[in-house]
């Protein structure tokens, strides 16, 4: 098992409810859901998780980045 299968959501911070019409099965709804943002192990990086639910994989994944909220 690698990191990103490891991921959690945690707090929910942001999401969207959206409607997908799939040209096989018509409309879906489909909802966007961004977590909080986490220091990765080791410090210096953060990410925030996200998650994508009603089409497709629904693991949990992740933007990285180098700045974060200091104030």
Same mark, same amino acid.
Do not use: F
């Given at each position: !098992?690698?990191? !990103?299968?490891? /991921?959690? /959501? &945690?707090? $929910? =911070?942001? *999401?969207?409810?959206? *409607?997908? #019409?799939? +040209?096989?099965?018509? !409309?879906?709804? $489909?909802?966007? /859901?961004? %977590?909080? +943002? $986490? *220091? @990765?192990?080791? %410090? &210096?990086?953060?990410?925030? +998780?996200?998650?994508? /639910? &009603? =089409?497709? #994989? *629904?693991? $949990?994944?992740?933007?990285? &980045?180098?700045?974060?909220? #200091? @104030?």
């Amino acid at each position: !098992m690698d990191a !990103m299968d490891r /991921l959690e /959501l &945690g707090v $929910v =911070i942001a *999401e969207r409810h959206l *409607e997908y #019409n799939d +040209p096989d099965s018509g !409309m879906r709804s $489909v909802q966007a /859901l961004l %977590g909080s +943002p $986490v *220091e @990765s192990v080791g %410090g &210096g990086e953060w990410y925030c +998780p996200w998650q994508i /639910l &009603g =089409i497709g #994989n *629904e693991k $949990v994944r992740a933007a990285y &980045g180098v700045d974060a909220c #200091n @104030s």
